[in-house]
C-alpha cells in the first residue's frame, strides 16, 4: 500500500489518508500545500519584513527632497532669524523692554489676557511700544538669544528720530524682526521731516530750541554729557560717523547728532 508523509508532522501516512493520525491535521487542503514550492513561505515572510523598510525609505526619500527644495526656494527669500550687528525694523506690534525679564513678564501677562498689568509694563519708561514710535525707525541687532533679541539705535540717523530711545538697548522677540524698510506712512506724527544739512567744518547752527544731548565720544550709545543750552549757537570743528564735534581742540571732547539742531 502506498504511503506518503503528512505535509504537516511530516510522519508516515497511507496515501489515501484524509486526516492524519498522528497529528489530527485535515489532509482535504494538502494538495494546495503540497504544490507550494520550496521557500515560498520563507519568500512571504521575506516580503512581510521587506515592505514597511521599503516604504519608509521612500518616505525619507521624498521628505529630504522637499526639504531640498524649501531651501532651495527660501536662498534668495529674507532670512528669518536676525544676525548680530544686522540692521532690521520692528512690526508694529512689537514691544522692546529694557531688560529680558520686563519683557517675558509683559508677553506672560499678554497670554493670560491680564491686560492692565501689561500696560503697567509696557507702558513705563523702561518698555516702548513700536506703535508709538516712528514707524521707519531701523534697530541695530545687539546679541541674539533663542527666540530673544537686544537692539539699539547705533546710527546716528536713527538715533535723531528718537533720541529718548537711543539712550537704552531693549529686549525684543526675534518674530517682530521686519528684514526691509517698511514704506513711508502718510501723516505719522511720530515720523519727524527729514533734515540733510550741508556741514562742513565751521558750520554754525541756528540758535537751539531745545536741549540736543551731547556726548563725550562720536558714538551716539554713548551716555549723555549734557544738553545744549536753548537759545545756544554751536559751531562744527569736526565730522565723523554722522556725528559732529561742537568743543575746540583743547576742550573736553562734545558731539552731538547734528540731524537734531538746525542749520
Known sequence: MEEKACPYCAETIKAEA??????????????????AKPGSWGKILLWIVLTPIIAFGALMIFGAMSDRSSLQSGNSASPSTPRADQQVWLDSSAIGCMTGSD???????YARAEYTAWAEITGSRYCFHQSNVSSDISWTVMQVRGDHMQIGLKLA?????SPELGRINYWTLT????????PSVAGDPATPKAKSPTLKVGSKSKPATFAAPIRATADPST????????????????L?????????DGQPPEWIVPEMLEW
Open 103 to 109: 519683557l517675558d513678564r509683559a508677553l506672560d501677562h
Open 240 to 248: 565723523e560717523a554722522g556725528m559732529v564735534r561742537i568743543s575746540k
Open 223 to 238: 551716555s549723555i554729557k549734557r544738553g545744549v543750552k536753548i537759545g545756544a549757537v554751536v559751531q562744527v570743528y569736526q
Open 157 to 161: 540717523s536713527e538715533y535723531s528720530k
Open 18 to 35: 484524509i486526516r492524519c493520525r498522528h497529528c489530527q491535521a485535515d489532509l482535504t487542503t494538502s494538495a494546495s500545500v503540497q504544490t
Open 175 to 182: 518674530k517682530w524682526a521686519v528684514f526691509s524698510k517698511p
